[in-house]
């Protein structure tokens, strides 16, 4: 079964509080705005964004074969869903597992070199970012969809899948 790595700060904590539905909104212009404004006068314009980070690290396996195409510009990138699994212990004692299922991409060089060794089953270790599309409010005020992606930057092949017959070579 695979595991994945997590680290959860106390900032983390709070901010998974949120309901679902605030969690699901785009934050406004102001919103921003307001919980990066510079405090003290003192400060340089170069801090303003000093305390704010958007990371992800997962270890986990390639769901189906990687999906290999070229953006209009004609830069490569790399589609693949990569599977994590959790188990959660809860206060009666049973424990319950938890599987998800995350859409990596990657850009590049990194993503030619990819396409051409990770394959269905390849167990991995990604570092990246969250992006986030729609959740965006039409004209009769119906929100859509909102998606969440990972924009790779690192991806690390970790062990090989084990043969079925350890006989051969």
Known sequence: MLRSLSTISKSTVRCMSLTSKLAAEQPSKQEVDDLFAEKPSHQNDQRRHAYSMNKVELVGGVALDPLYKEAKNGKPYLLFNL???????????????????????????????????????????????????????????????????????????????????????
């Open 83 to 169: 599977i994590t699994n959790s188990q959660f212990r809860q206060q009666d004692g049973t424990s319950f597992d938890q599987t998800e299922r995350h859409v990596i991409t990657v850009f590049g060089k990194n993503a030619e070199n990819l396409s051409k060794t990770i394959k269905k089953g390849s167990r991995l270790m990604v570092q990246g970012r969250l992006h986030y599309n729609g959740g965006q409010k039409d004209e009769q005020g119906n929100r859509t969809q909102r998606n969440t992606y990972i924009i790779a930057n690192t991806v690390q092949p970790l062990a090989r899948a084990a043969r079925e017959n350890p006989d051969q070579h």
